[in-house]
């Protein structure tokens, strides 16, 4: 029995078993990150914890979309008629618990990364405004039934480019001043970021945004990236971490 609210375009069970998968690796590469950190003392635990608390807040997000839960029905403009999508009329299922996790991990996985290049507190609080500024835009774009949701979606770009100019100008010049470790962690890990985090927007475009895309195969979409921007990425900053100490970065 379905109490709560259905969208007319909603996941099948095959995109419920994909977002529990997902919550399942998020809550297995938490348990190995908070394990590494007891292989350390304790001065040296800051970015296992930190990558522990982003995969620990993805877990309970992906148990909520696996259960159907977290979404609201939004009316859609431009349903396209296609295949899959003909027969529905109208409301698209929202997951709005997609921005509730991103408010949490973002500042966190920005914050993982800044750290890492030592920048000054000012470019923190810079970046992760901008980054708030992103996750938010992208919420109220996504719950809005006009055309106006493409002009929150273009605030969360600017604010995006903002964060992604921090990153290759200050922060890299940053990181470099600290040597190989932190200079050769940033540069991986900022890379592979930028890189993903740019295809965000266009998941957005066709899932919230444009409804082109079914709810499953946007299950995919985020589901894919999420796996490969915090776990993977997550694994990749702690293995440089290997050979730099607090100290070196003023922590
Ligand atoms: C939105 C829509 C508005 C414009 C932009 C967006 C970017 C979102 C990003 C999300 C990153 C999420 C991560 C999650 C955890 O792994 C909000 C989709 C620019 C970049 C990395």
Request: proline share 4%; net charge neutral.
């Amino acid at each position: 029995s379905v109490v709560g609210q259905q969208a007319n375009l909603a996941i099948t069970t095959h995109g419920s078993d994909w977002y529990f998968t997902v919550c399942a690796i998020m809550g297995f590469s938490t348990l190995i990150f908070m394990g590494m950190a007891f292989t350390k003392q304790q001065s040296h635990r800051i970015f296992n914890y930190i990558t522990a608390a982003i995969t620990a807040t993805a877990c309970i997000a992906y148990f909520c979309m696996g259960s159907n839960l977290g979404q609201v029905p939004i009316q859609a403009e431009f349903v396209r008629p296609n295949a899959r999508q003909v027969a529905a009329a109208g409301t698209r299922e929202i997951f709005y618990v997609r921005y509730i996790d991103w408010f949490i991990t973002t500042p966190l996985l920005l914050t993982d990364l800044l750290l890492t290049a030592g920048v000054p507190w000012s470019s923190l609080i810079a970046v992760l405004f901008a980054d708030i500024v992103m996750i938010v835009t992208g919420l109220v774009g996504a719950l809005t039934q006009t055309r106006y949701k493409w002009g929150f979606w273009t605030f969360g770009m600017f604010a995006l480019f903002y964060i992604i100019y921090e990153l290759i100008g200050p922060a890299r010049r940053n990181a470099s001043a600290l040597g190989d470790g932190p200079s050769k962690t940033f540069l991986m890990c900022g890379v592979l970021l930028s890189f993903l985090w740019f295809l965000y927007p266009i998941a957005w475009g066709l899932s919230e945004g444009g409804n082109v895309i079914h709810p499953d195969s946007e299950a995919i979409f985020y589901g894919i990236l999420d796996v490969i921007a915090k776990p993977v990425w997550g694994a990749l900053l702690l293995f440089g971490h290997r050979n730099i100490t607090p100290h070196q970065l003023g922590l």
